[in-house]
């Protein structure tokens, strides 16, 4: 099925205004990765790729979504809330205490998260996992993974990467937020990573770089993936950090900084929001 692209590029808008909102109103986490991502998030919930039931969502044959870059998880919110594993109105609670939506992932509280993520490394790690064990259960579920070029700094993914390689996973698919920036700025002044798609694919991944802009690309590219046969997929999302908000994209500074009242006017403003 052909998704009505017209239609997700007005979803993802709505979504970025609400993670702007529910970053506001925090006063703390990540607004740039949140931002970056959305169009590839929006892509592979609304577009139809991945096979969840929102109002059973602990159904045992679903597919799983990890978000391993776990900081970026206002986006992963918004998008559960449209979803309505639960009513829009917590995105509002984000990070206060007693609130279900804590400031990196945890499936204890929040509906439709599956992993605990935060600690970079961890989250590709049991999303390896969990599509080995869907091999072991003769079941047919996939497993989608969100990464990150700061997170592929951390050797634990390089284990991942060779591990799902050598079981012939295939029924696991990373997206990487591939977006140049990390924690400390430019991810080539940190330590230079390369070209991470060529990383994977010497170590025997099936992998497709794309504009992580581009809805109709990400979802030939999803689809692409599933009929990777006997290799662990990777798909390179090519990013703007803070897609949408002109003061913020490609700003290091906005890794993990939220805006002010006056900021969030503005980038609503230029989001044509209220
Ligand atoms: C194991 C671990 N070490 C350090 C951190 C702190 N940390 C949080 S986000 C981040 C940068 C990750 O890079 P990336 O995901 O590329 O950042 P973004 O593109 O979202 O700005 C770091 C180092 C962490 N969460 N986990
Ligand atoms: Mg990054």
Excluded at 101 to 123: A, E, I, R
Aim: charged residues 20%; proline residues 4%.
């Amino acid at each position: 099925m052909t998704p009505d692209f017209q239609e997700l590029a007005i979803v993802a808008n709505e979504l970025r205004g609400d993670v702007l909102r529910m970053l506001q109103l925090a006063g703390s986490g990540h607004p740039g990765g949140s931002l970056g991502m959305t169009d590839v998030f929006t892509t592979l919930w609304f577009g139809g790729h991945l096979k969840v039931d929102p109002q059973n969502p602990t159904w045992e044959d679903r597919d799983r979504f990890v978000l391993s870059n776990g900081h970026i998880c206002p986006i992963l919110y918004a998008i559960l809330a449209r979803q309505d594993y639960f009513p829009r109105e917590e995105l509002w609670t984000l990070r206060k205490l007693g609130s279900s939506l804590q400031g990196h992932p945890d499936f204890h509280f929040t509906k439709g998260v599956d992993c605990c993520t935060g600690s970079l490394g961890n989250g590709v790690s049991v999303a390896l996992g969990m599509a080995m064990g869907a091999r072991a259960q003769g079941k047919n579920f996939r497993v989608y993974a969100g990464t990150s070029d700061g997170e592929s700094q951390e050797g634990q993914v390089w284990e991942m990467a060779s591990a799902a390689a050598h079981h012939k996973v295939d029924n696991l698919t990373l997206l990487m937020d591939r977006n140049g920036i990390q924690i400390d700025g430019f991810t080539k002044d940190v330590m230079d990573q390369g070209d991470l798609g060529a990383k994977y694919k010497s170590f025997g991944w099936h992998v497709q770089e794309v504009d992580g802009h581009d809805m109709m690309a990400i979802h030939q590219a999803l689809n692409e993936a599933k009929k990777a046969s006997g290799k662990p997929q990777l798909i390179v999302c090519n990013t703007v950090l803070g897609k949408g908000v002109s003061f913020m994209e490609n700003e290091p500074g906005w890794h993990g900084v939220t805006p002010d009242e006056e900021q969030l006017k503005k980038a609503l403003d230029e989001l044509g929001l209220d």
